[in-house]
Each structure stands twice: as structure tokens, then as C-alpha cells.
């Protein structure tokens, strides 16, 4: 079932990591969109929670380096 999940995203310092995590969740079998916002420290991603779980969303965008919490 696809699903809307909210992350905070932490040390983001420049523009450029905003294209890099969104490059790393759009390229995520079952994430179908993933925008990120520099300035709110957000990402919101529409993903098929039966093929990517929204806490593999947040491993991934700690694996890339910054601090990520999943939002109610
Ligand atoms: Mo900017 Mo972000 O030089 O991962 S790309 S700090």
C-alpha cells in the first residue's frame, strides 16, 4: 500500500545535500517520490511500504551521514 511518511533530516548544510538525499530515496525500489526541504529539515517521501518500510527510509538517509527521525 503506498503511504506519505514525514522525516526530520539533521546537518543538512548546503543545497547540494538536499539532491543527494533526494537522489538516494528516489533511487529506492518502491519510493515513488521523496522531496526535501533545505530550510524545514524535512523530507517527505510517498513510498510501498510493502517493498521499503518508512524506518529504511530513515537508515538510509543516516547511512548517507545526517540524523534522520521518522515524523508522526
Ligand atoms: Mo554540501 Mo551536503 O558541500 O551532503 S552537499 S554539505
Same mark, same amino acid.
Given at each position: 500500500?503506498?503511504?506519505? @511518511?514525514? *522525516? #526530520? +533530516? =539533521?546537518?543538512?548544510?548546503? =543545497? !547540494?545535500?538536499?539532491?543527494?538525499?533526494? =537522489?538516494?530515496?528516489?533511487?529506492?525500489?518502491?519510493?515513488?517520490?521523496? #522531496? +526535501?526541504?533545505? *530550510?524545514?529539515? #524535512?523530507? @517527505?517521501?510517498?513510498?510501498? +511500504? !510493502?517493498?521499503?518500510? =518508512?524506518? $529504511?527510509?530513515?537508515?538510509?538517509?543516516? !547511512?548517507?551521514?545526517?540524523? $534522520?527521525?521518522?515524523?508522526?
Amino acid at each position: 500500500a503506498n503511504t506519505t @511518511t514525514h *522525516l #526530520r +533530516v =539533521s546537518g543538512m548544510t548546503c =543545497s !547540494s545535500c538536499v539532491g543527494v538525499i533526494e =537522489s538516494l530515496l528516489n533511487n529506492m525500489e518502491g519510493v515513488s517520490s521523496a #522531496r +526535501v526541504n533545505l *530550510l524545514a529539515g #524535512r523530507a @517527505t517521501v510517498e513510498h510501498d +511500504v !510493502s517493498l521499503v518500510p =518508512s524506518q $529504511s527510509l530513515a537508515d538510509a538517509i543516516s !547511512s548517507a551521514g545526517f540524523k $534522520s527521525l521518522i515524523l508522526d
